[in-house]
């Protein structure tokens, strides 16, 4: 079962002044340095998804802007690498989505997330201590072929969430292995403070 992983990197960083999380740095390393490194794979075989407009040109990997569709927000970029992949994967490879602002993305978190693929699952979703993480999944290329077009159509799933409960998606979670939460993201100023910190604190 091949892999290809996009990560969402499109946000616009509205609570924390309109900035482009992926650039936000911590540690010396940008949020998206920091997550194509935990994803240990050669970077020329990850999607950024940078969101609507004009391509963002990226170090790491291929940049993907949004389709031109009524969908916005992380499922656009899912949208987007789907597409991308639709005459380069074979129908059954697997898509794993990556938010950008989880810093401390753990090792394992391919492997883990597959399995259920791999026993019969059409999708997968991180979570920690019962807390779901959909932007951080894992689903199958044969699901998402026709998304583009049920987009244009105003048909698709609203959000990431909403597209996993369709698929019945099992939910895989890191609390057994990890202390503090693996998937802890930035939405705000205090957010930002408390990742900083851990990152100092950190041996990861």
Sequence with gaps: ??????????????RLGHVRKAEIRLGGASLQERVANRLRIDRSAILISTGAGLSIPSAIGTALPDLDTPIG????????AAAHLRHQASTDSVLLSVAVDTP????????????PLEHGAR????????????????????????LP?????GTVAPS????LAQLGAVSVDWEATHASDPFANLNTLADLIDLSYRVQGSSD
């Design 160 to 163: 990431p969430r909403a597209l």
């Design 1 to 14: 079962m091949n892999a290809y992983f996009v990560i969402l990197a499109g946000g616009g960083g509205s």
């Design 123 to 146: 999708a997968a979703k991180a979570c920690w201590r019962g807390n779901a993480y959909p932007t951080n999944a894992a689903w199958r290329l044969a699901d998402l072929q026709d």
């Design 149 to 153: 077009e049920q987009a244009s159509a």
């Design 104 to 115: 401390f993305l753990p090792e394992d978190f391919a492997s883990r997330l597959m399995e």
């Design 73 to 80: 927000g992380p499922l656009a970029g899912i949208l987007a």
